[in-house]
Antibody
Framework: QVQLVQSGAEVKKPGASVMVSCKASGYSFTGYAINWVRQAPGQRLEWMGWINPGGGNTESSQKFQGRVTITSDTSASTVYMELSSLTSEDTAFYYC???????????WGLGTLVTVSS | EIVMTQSPATLSVSPGERATLSCRASQSVSSNLAWYQQKPGQAPRLLIYGASTRATGIPARFSGRGSGTEFTLTISSLQSEDFAIYYCQHYDKWPPWTFGQGTKVEI
């Protein structure tokens, strides 16, 4: 069965960076893109970006350009999302979700809570 | 960026009743519209894609309609496990693939 297992909760100070991982199993890793979606407390879901592990191409929302880096390791079936220059507004649950470009997000990880606090 | 607007913000219904949720896009997204259900402390779950196609394992009481800019999700007879927040999302043409602000379905 398809599973996306994310890394554990993180607490970071303002200005720092955080890296969240998402390990995929149960399907062909290079056949589907992995998207990153975040949800701040009480807020709507927010699409951040995606990567196609098969081709390595990636794209991020203009809101996060320059701050977010999405990479993949096909040998480990794992995608990484790094967010830099953190502020308190980046406190949120970060989800990885499977979905090809222009397709819905059909499987989701359980989420990783990132807390930014001095 | 396409703005997705959902209404109402909160829908109060009784078990067994019908619930109709609305989603509007600021420009046409064709039928590239998905609905997700999110319960407290859980990740979102895909319910509907292509505006009207139920995802695998989704009960028939969930149905979606619409195209272009106006969409609806109907839950024909609410069960206790259906009380949750529902989000629409477009995935038309190019990113960002934005979400609505959600509709909370409560008892």
């Amino acid at each position: 069965q398809v599973q996306l297992v994310q890394s554990g909760a993180e607490v970071k100070k303002p200005g720092a960076s955080v890296m969240v991982s998402c390990k995929a199993s149960g399907y062909s890793f290079t056949g589907y893109a992995i998207n990153w979606v975040r949800q701040a407390p009480g807020q709507r879901l927010e699409w951040m970006g995606w990567i196609n592990p098969g081709g390595g191409n990636t794209e991020s929302s203009q809101k996060f350009q320059g701050r977010v880096t999405i990479t993949s390791d096909t040998s480990a079936s794992t995608v990484y999302m790094e967010l830099s220059s953190l502020t308190s507004e980046d406190t949120a649950f970060y989800y990885c979700a499977r979905g090809r470009y222009g397709d819905p997000l059909d499987y989701w990880g359980l989420g990783t809570l990132v807390t930014v606090s001095s | 960026e396409i703005v997705m607007t959902q209404s109402p913000a909160t829908l109060s219904v009784s078990p067994g009743e019908r619930a109709t949720l609305s989603c509007r896009a600021s420009q046409s997204v064709s039928s590239n519209l998905a609905w997700y259900q999110q319960k407290p402390g859980q990740a979102p779950r895909l319910l509907i894609y292509g505006a009207s196609t139920r995802a695998t394992g989704i009960p028939a009481r969930f149905s979606g309609r619409g195209s272009g800019t106006e969409f609806t999700l109907t839950i024909s007879s609410l069960q206790s496990e259906d009380f949750a927040i529902y989000y629409c999302q477009h995935y038309d043409k190019w990113p960002p693939w934005t979400f609505g602000q959600g509709t909370k379905v409560e008892i």
